[in-house]
């Protein structure tokens, strides 16, 4: 599916830091820890800046303030699955691949390893293709690759940093389902 040729792209604190996020009318593109340029750059020429207000007036306003919603709800606790319209159009077909088979593997408060998801993608042995390709996931907390651990047991990589993996799977683990 295209990226919408109007889409905007906003900044977002969180207690991980600030999220950028760009939406369309009908999909969020963009969750995640890169700039609102870098954001814009991947978007190509139909990105809109804002100055980070809600955005209700804008292109992708609604979807927007519903997703700074959802995301404040599930930093404080109080959302355990997101129920936004994404759109995976920034991602190669192995990351949209890797990143899709997140919710059939893992769900809230759960931790696989990067091995199981190679194998859940018929990938076995991949298991570091798979740590690179949820590196690259354009979705950051709403497709939820913080869940996906080295075998070893530690933390392993994330976009936003160890202290953001950290403090994410912390919170799931305090509010099991």
Known sequence: MPIAEQTAVVTHPTPLGDLTLAASDEAVYYCGF???EEVRRRLGAGADGSDGADGAGETGG?????????LDAYLDGRLFAF????????ASDFVRRTVTALAELTGYGQ???????????D???????VGTALGANPLCVIEPCHRILPASGRIG????GSTAKEFLLRLEASHRL
């Open 34 to 36: 890169a700039s609102p």
């Open 157 to 160: 990589g994330y976009a936003g």
């Open 83 to 90: 129920s936004l319209p994404v759109d995976l159009g920034l």
């Open 111 to 121: 931790t696989r390893t990067y091995g199981e998801l190679a194998a859940r993608i």
């Open 123 to 129: 990938r076995a042995g991949a298991a570091r293709a």
């Open 62 to 70: 609604a979807l927007l303030k519903e997703a700074r919603g959802q």
